[in-house]
């Protein structure tokens, strides 16, 4: 595996992606891929939104629209705590305990959480494939693969594919057939962009609900009755991120991973006695 940045040494071993799964994630979103880890884990949990059954869920607990920040802010503190400190970790313990409680309170079916998996799967190797400063290896995506298959398995999701490839027709099945029109998509989706977008204004607000109507397909887009931009503007931002992505191919090699994001929530760093819904932390936090 060529790696551009970080600790990894190139005389050690090669990594096997089905065992050293966390090893190699942490490389590419700390090192090699930090900036473009997020954006596609951000695509990746809009695309869960125009899941009908989910989002009418999401938006009836009030998590993602009375109280949009925090909701955000506690799903890349998890996700982040997952990756970057590991799934045995004290921090990736605790992320999973509180995700399994706050997923217990409610009836969701099995596929759902599939889906989800998959999108946190597949979209960095779409992302990287189209905007990235290289494409994801084979290994970084089996990596992956095997990451979030088995943050599946502690959450005691039943049936998970055993291979990429059926997991990507797992997933396209699963659009083909629920991924559709809800004004609770459009809802969800206008929460969160205009809680990342506070303090933007309305002309701010409205360009960035284009550039997300610019980075999904037709099918997504009908799904969060989004209008399909021009093609001078769809042409506009995959130019802009691609000229991003050769000035980073230029940069010196990374010495340090990236900082986690600041969080609004937490200016002071995560406090995992706040981080979840009211019922998944009335244990005090304690893992």
């Known amino acids: ?6 600790p990894l040494d190139a005389t050690a071993e090669p990594l096997d992606p089905r065992t ?11 090192y090699d891929f930090p900036w473009d880890t997020r954006r596609a884990y951000e ?5 869960t939104f125009a899941v009908p059954t989910s989002s009418r869920l999401l938006a009836a607990t009030g998590e993602f629209t009375e109280r949009t920040a925090k909701r955000h ?42 889906y989800t998996l998959a999108r946190f799967v597949l979209e960095p190797i779409a992302w990287n494939r189209r905007f990235g400063w290289r494409s994801l290896t084979d290994e ?52 969160v962009l205009a809680s990342q977008t506070r303090g933007w204004g309305t002309a701010g607000q409205k360009a960035a609900r284009t550039v997300v109507a610019a980075l ?9 009755a989004l209008t399909r931009p021009p ?8 130019t802009t991120l691609n000229w991003k992505a050769a000035a980073v191919r230029r940069l010196p090699r990374r010495k340090r991973p990236a900082p986690m ?3 609004r929530t937490y200016p002071g760093g995560v406090n995992w006695n706040r981080v979840g819904p009211a019922h998944a932390r009335r244990d005090g936090g304690k893992a």
């Not at 093609?231 to 995959?238: D, I, N, P, S």
């Open 140 to 191: 970084e995506q089996q990596a992956g693969f095997h990451f979030w298959m088995e943050v599946g398995r502690r959450m005691a999701v039943p049936d998970l594919p055993e291979t990429l490839p059926a997991l990507e027709r797992e997933s396209e099945a699963f659009e083909r057939t629920h991924v559709h029109y809800d004004p609770a998509n459009r809802r969800l989706l206008d929460a």
């Open 43 to 47: 695509i990746a949990l809009l695309k």
């Open 261 to 263: 994001p600041g969080l």
């Open 1 to 6: 595996m060529t790696h551009r940045a970080g």
């Open 73 to 114: 802010d506690d799903t890349v503190a998890i996700v982040a705590a997952l990756g970057l400190h590991g799934l045995d970790s004290p921090e990736g313990r605790q992320a999973l305990r509180i995700m399994n409680k706050a997923h217990a309170a409610y009836a969701i079916d099995a596929a759902e959480y599939r």
């Open 231 to 238: 093609q001078w503007v769809r042409a506009t931002l995959h």
């Open 216 to 224: 999904l397909n037709d099918q997504y887009r009908e799904a969060f």
């Open 20 to 30: 050293d799964y966390e090893a190699i994630g942490r490389q590419a979103a700390a």
